[in-house]
């Protein structure tokens, strides 16, 4: 077998358009592997890798894989497989290594916010892939392993079709029979709530084992807490820094994983562990809004970027949905009824609701499913993910394709600040705007997709114009009032005017 792999021979290669740089002679050289078998170990790992990668990336790769061989042959005691050293060791002989040739182990990582984090450099993130590609098949059932494939639990999931989870990871919970009972907990939560409200429970619970670590280490199970223990952690988690809707969800999680637990293990202690009053009252979160100035601004650059995902955002706006909503759009959802052009949405948080459509939302709409179909034929979906269109384009993708946006045009809100990217914003808007055209509250809530009038006194609070508009003839009548009640005062009231 020859010891080289061309990139012409990995399934994702495809001949470059006429003019462009052809990358098929390039390749990779396994006679810098110090053994026969690593060869053939890595000849299994790139192949496959090319089945899952785009070749910019295998190239991109390439230099890991160079320093790869230059750490293996450092090393006296040279491993003669992949799997003859266990992932810890091989973290541990690599650390020195890149500390020996001054290379940093952790790089800044710079999120779409803008903030900056550390985080583990690519070549140990590469080294951990590698390693992980030869580990034997787990044969358990899934629900005693410490990471679970959803897809393999067999079981119905509540998941958001524009976020992608597959797996839900406990391994930051280090106390093991405390692992055990939550994983149990979690196997019961999972068919009856959303998989994002799963991962903030085991979000909670990672949190809490991080405390049990450092204050309890003699705790191992939830059969060991007690009400002492868990006033504790309440002072704790009121002080630790974060916003009190925050403290709250933390309580409510961990409320309904330790009830669970209490139940399936009989701790019937851990049911009533937690009282209603221990959990902090919620701060109502500021209502915010675009104003006319910032949508303009914020517009005239969406609609320059890449028609399709200008098109979903402007429709999104339109529509005055929730982006999950907008994101999901199936393309039979126009339809005409008593000659005026309705949608048919489908609420990912709810049930399916119908509204007018204008001509002008009717044609963008329709726009779009043609330049979807124009690409890749019938889809479910309106907007479809570019690398697996059977699913719909996902919230992180054009999140980040509008704060980079954002960033490289240096776009300013009203008050000088950087723009931050809030997709429930348009909706704030759309809802704002409903009611400064004096609809009532039951049309409101119809055209936003609310089943309850409740949110409906959010929108009319923020709207100043219309506050203005239907208080004034009350307050010119107030004005008349207090001014005829001046009478007699009038040089008086003159020097104040």
């Not at 006033?231 to 969800?249: F, R």
């Not at 939302?361 to 979906?381: F, N, W």
């Not at 055209?447 to 949110?455: A, E, V």
């Amino acid at each position: 077998m020859e010891d080289r792999i061309y990139y012409r021979e990995l399934k994702n290669y495809r001949s470059p358009p006429k003019g462009s740089k052809d990358m098929g002679h390039l390749y990779y050289d396994l006679t810098l592997l110090p053994s026969q078998k690593m060869r053939e170990e890595y000849r299994l790992f790139l192949t496959e890798r090319g089945q899952e990668k785009t070749i910019q990336t295998i190239d991109h790769d390439k230099s890991l894989y160079h320093h790869l061989c230059r750490f293996l042959i450092s090393q006296r005691k040279r491993p003669e497989s992949f799997l003859a050293w266990d992932e810890e060791t091989w973290i541990k002989n690599l650390r020195k290594w890149m500390l020996k040739n001054e290379m940093p182990w952790y790089i800044e990582k710079v999120s779409v916010y803008g903030s900056v984090s550390q985080g583990e450099a690519r070549l140990p993130r590469y080294v951990r892939q590698l390693i992980r590609f030869f580990q034997p098949e787990d044969k358990r059932p899934e629900q005693e392993k410490d990471v679970w494939e959803l897809d393999r639990l067999g079981i119905p999931i509540k998941g958001n079709p524009i976020h992608n989870v597959k797996t839900i990871n406990f391994t930051g919970i280090s106390q093991k029979l405390l692992r055990e009972e939550i994983k149990a907990a979690i196997y019961w939560h999972i068919p009856y709530e959303s998989i994002g409200t799963v991962q903030g429970e085991i979000g909670g619970m990672r949190r809490f084992s991080k405390y049990l670590k450092k204050y309890h280490p003699k705790v191992e199970s939830c059969r060991d807490i007690n009400r002492e223990l868990m006033e504790d952690y309440l002072v704790y988690n009121m002080t630790n820094g974060q916003t009190n809707k925050s403290k709250a969800n933390n309580i409510y999680k961990l409320r309904s994983v330790l009830t669970t637990i209490g139940k399936i293990f009989e701790y019937p202690h851990l049911e009533s562990i937690i009282i209603q009053s221990d959990i902090p009252p919620e701060t109502q979160p500021k209502f915010k809004v675009y104003s006319d100035s910032e949508l303009k601004r914020l517009n005239a650059e969406i609609t320059k970027m890449d028609e399709q995902y200008a098109r979903c955002m402007i429709i999104h706006q339109m529509l005055g949905t929730r982006i999950s909503d907008t994101l999901t759009l199936r393309p039979d959802c126009l339809y005409q009824s008593g000659g005026q052009t309705m949608i048919r949405i489908q609420q990912v948080k709810t049930d399916v609701y119908t509204k007018p459509v204008s001509e002008e939302v009717a044609l963008l709409i329709q726009k779009a499913i043609e330049y979807t179909k124009s690409r890749h034929g019938d889809t479910e979906y309106i907007f479809v993910n570019e690398k697996d269109i059977s699913r719909p384009l996902q919230y992180t993708t054009i999140k980040n394709k509008i704060l980079q946006m954002i960033r490289d045009q240096k776009l300013l809100d009203d008050e000088g600040k950087p723009f931050g990217f809030n997709s429930h914003m348009f909706r704030h808007y759309y809802g704002v705007k409903l009611t400064e055209l004096h609809l009532d509250d039951w049309t409101v809530a119809k055209l936003l997709g609310h089943k309850r009038l409740g949110n409906v006194k959010y929108y009319r609070k923020m709207s100043n114009q219309i506050l203005a508009d239907e208080t004034r003839k009350a307050r010119e009548e107030m004005s008349r009032i207090i001014l005829n009640n001046l009478e007699g005062w009038g040089d008086e009231y003159g020097q104040i005017r």
